[in-house]
């Protein structure tokens, strides 16, 4: 086992070497700082970038963005996901729903999203629609998943309902949560930063992204995707530092 | 002896006819087996004594008001729970913490499963599983305990182990017991009453007190055996001839 993580840590940073050997390479080979800057210049612009004085409260609002819309979707999901399970009705109700937004492509909803919407919340919007689907499917997994035997037991046990949710249908939920959290989380970022980009707000990643495309500054482009690589790298720390905290998974 | 009983018990699942006139004395600190072939409704039977289904027609004497005990034929046990917290889940309504602790400590001392407290389901075997199940069982406090085939899923080593340890149980906090199964041996080894039940729709066919039980004599084992046999070819006879001859070639 230890080797075989030994092994898994070893590929990971070869193929990290590999994705710099590439760039390095094809840099050289395309030698246009317009289409494929160095990593120098793209260092540079990063330097660039963090030294601005709007750079914190640009990483701040859009994490801002990022995680209230992702809050706002988690308890939308959990509250419908809830009531879903519990009434045939709702249930039916949510399903056109679910599907027109699986459907109907992206891009046609961010649309109606930018003319609806302020430039704020255009961007938590799209994060919205996009996540929403996925963490409602999860509670809903997670509600129906329980075994029904077990609730058997409880209530020939007499176990109280309250005890039941709290035991059971709730750790249920968390932990199918748990397994799509990372994940959703980093959808709902790259969503947000796209609303952002095509939303314009004033202190944005998305709109920092867009400026640096309008200057055909790519090196700036590139320095901005290290930044967000940066920002994913960080949520799923947090999130694994969380879900070990609460020992979510210590059963498994 | 305080009874309890079930009288001309009539259950149908739409035309299907599941329990004919079924009687039954349960009496107390003893442990009664219904033995009957699998499908026969003796699940049916238990789940009526234990409330979960309504029965069309007949008495229930004895249960109602009743704290009772049950152990399945899986074990049941909540995965993400240790064992100290899938006995307790079953104990919060009836006491508090510091009575939980003091339960689950004593019971677990009293088997000498006191290293398992802190175990979770996924690292327990099948058969330290459905000890925790029936240790469960025991620690709920109950005058009742329903077993419906709870070491149908165990295999040959593991079933020997965990019927020493229900029994060694019983023995320690007796109970009045009724523990459903279609294993002659099981019946034999654990019932000081066997009740027999016919093929669906299921009738009671005969009651035979277990003197193996308080006098261990083979004999008396081997006669009892010899009465369930008779009893059970009798049912297997109606519905495949072939098991009666192969049985009566034996």
């Known amino acids: 086992m230890k080797d075989y993580i030994l092994k898994d840590k070893k590929l990971s940073i070869l193929s990290k070497l590999i994705i710099i050997g590439m760039w390095i390479l094809l840099s050289k080979i395309i030698d246009n700082e ?9 260092f540079i612009s990063l330097i660039d970038i963090v030294k601005n004085s709007d750079f914190l409260n640009i990483i701040i609002s859009s994490l801002l963005r990022s995680l209230i819309g992702f809050l706002i979707s988690l308890f939308l999901a959990i509250i419908t996901g809830i009531l879903s399970s519990v009434s045939k009705i709702i249930y039916n109700l949510m399903m056109p729903i679910l599907n027109f937004l699986s459907s109907v492509p992206t891009m046609a909803i961010i649309i109606l999203a930018l003319i609806w919407l302020d430039s704020e919340y255009a961007p938590m919007f799209i994060g919205f629609i996009m996540v929403f689907p996925i963490l409602y499917e999860t509670v809903l997994k997670g509600i129906l998943s329980v075994n ?9 046990y007499n176990v109280g309902k309250i005890t039941v949710i709290k035991d059971i249908y709730i750790p249920s939920i968390l932990l199918n949560l748990s397994l799509v959290f990372t994940s959703s989380l980093g959808i709902n970022l790259k969503m947000v930063i796209a609303g952002e980009a095509l939303s314009q707000p004033r202190f944005a990643i998305g709109s920092s992204l867009q400026l640096q495309k309008m200057y055909l500054n790519t090196s700036g482009v590139f320095a901005w995707i290290i930044i967000i690589l940066l920002i994913s790298k960080i949520f799923k720390f947090i999130v694994e530092l969380i879900k070990r905290n609460l020992k979510i998974n210590r059963w498994k | 002896m305080k009874k309890y009983q079930v009288k001309d018990i009539i259950k149908h699942y739409n035309s299907l006819k599941v329990l004919e006139d079924v009687s039954i004395e349960f009496d107390e600190y003893k442990t009664t087996c219904i033995l009957g072939p699998s499908g026969c409704g003796k699940t049916t039977l238990l789940n009526i004594i234990a409330g979960i289904i309504d029965k069309d027609s007949g008495q229930i004497t004895g249960f109602k008001g009743k704290d009772m005990s049950f152990v399945f034929q899986e074990d049941r046990l909540i995965e993400w729970k240790n064992v100290k917290d899938n006995i307790s889940f079953v104990l919060k309504h009836k006491m508090d913490k510091s009575q939980i602790e003091t339960t689950i400590n004593r019971y677990l001392k009293l088997v000498n499963l006191e290293e398992y407290k802190y175990y979770y389901p996924k690292n327990l075997s099948g058969g330290m599983r459905q000890r925790i199940s029936i240790l469960r069982a025991f620690a709920h406090p109950s005058s009742i305990l329903i077993m419906d085939e709870p070491f149908k899923s165990l295999d040959i080593n593991s079933k020997q182990i965990v019927t020493e340890f229900f029994k060694k149980l019983m023995i320690m906090q007796n109970r009045t017991c009724i523990l459903v199964t279609h294993e002659i041996e099981e019946a034999l080894n654990l019932g000081d009453k066997i009740v027999i039940l016919s093929e669906r729709p299921a009738r009671v066919k005969k009651v035979i007190e277990n003197t193996f039980i308080s006098s261990k004599s083979k004999a008396d084992k081997i006669i009892i055996r010899r009465q369930i046999e008779n009893e059970l070819i009798g049912n297997l006879s109606k ?8 049985k009566s070639h034996r």
């Not at chain 1, 029904?148 to 020939?156: D, E, G, H, R, V």
Request: hydrophobic share 45%.
């Open chain 1, 34 to 42: 317009v289409i494929f800057p160095t990593i120098k210049s793209t």
């Open chain 2, 239 to 246: 519905c495949n001839p072939s098991v009666l001859l192969q």
């Open chain 1, 148 to 156: 029904s035997k077990i609730i058997t037991m409880a209530q020939l």
